[in-house]
């Protein structure tokens, strides 16, 4: 079955230190991936999306992500993140004809 | 080009009321998806409209429902709401279905159960 997980739930790091946030996905295919970014009660925001082609995705607001088949990962960096890089993070996949969310992992930046 | 716009932007209703949710999608966009954003179970699928006809739906009562006019506009109903259906409802729409392509999220519809 499809599934996607995203193993923290929450990540606190300093403002201009480097962040990773983890996804796996679950999916016999080929499979269509993002990253999308929530503020506070607000709707959702893509940050980068994967389809095919270079494993490495290029996003907004200077993240990245690279798609490594062998591990079912999709991983979201960003090399020095900012204050305003605080919200929550969803890794979500595409796969036949719907959408499959993580739970999220929740950033706090630290001054 | 406009993005996905959901009306109203919050509600207070109280249990056993119903509710309709309104979605107008991106122009061109013929996909529009519904989901349900709590605390406790995070974004769930419920349901997704594609040129007027419910493609797939999520596990949910059936007290929700939903129809897709032809403009690709998309209405939600919930009836005889109960506690735990106060959540946010998200809309997306995509010019596919979904798993083709991405999905552009509205800001929701904060709905609160009393």
């Known amino acids: 079955a499809q599934s996607v997980t995203q193993p923290d739930i929450h990540i606190t790091v300093s403002e201009g230190a480097s962040l990773e946030l983890r996804c796996n996905y679950s999916?016999?295919?080929?499979?269509?991936l993002f990253w999308y970014v929530q503020s506070p009660g607000q709707g959702l925001q893509l940050l980068l999306k994967y389809f095919s082609g270079d494993t490495l995705v290029q996003g907004i607001k200077g993240f990245e992500a690279e798609f490594k088949r062998s591990q079912s990962s999709f991983n979201l960096r960003k090399p020095s993140v900012h204050w305003s890089d605080a919200a929550e993070y969803f890794c979500?996949?595409?796969?036949?004809?719907?959408?499959?969310f993580g739970t999220g992992t929740s950033l706090t930046v630290i001054p | 080009k406009a993005g996905v716009t959901q009306t109203p932007r919050y509600l207070i209703k109280t249990r056993g009321q119903q509710v309709t949710l309104s979605c107008s999608p991106i122009?061109?966009?013929?996909?529009v998806s519904w989901y349900q954003q709590t605390p406790g179970q995070g974004l769930q699928f419920l349901f997704e409209?594609?040129?007027?006809?419910?493609?797939n739906k999520g596990n949910f009562p059936g007290r929700f429902s939903g129809r897709q006019f032809s403009n690709s506009r998309s209405e939600m109903n919930v009836s005889t709401l109960e506690l735990g259906d106060s959540a946010l409802y998200l809309c997306a729409s995509s010019f596919e279905l979904t798993g083709g392509g991405e999905q552009f999220f509205g800001p929701g519809t904060r709905l609160t159960v009393l």
């Open positions: 999916y016999g295919a080929t499979p269509y």
């Open positions: 979500a996949l595409g796969a036949g004809n719907q959408f499959y």
């Open positions: 122009s061109g966009h013929r996909s």
């Open positions: 409209y594609f040129s007027e006809t419910q493609r």
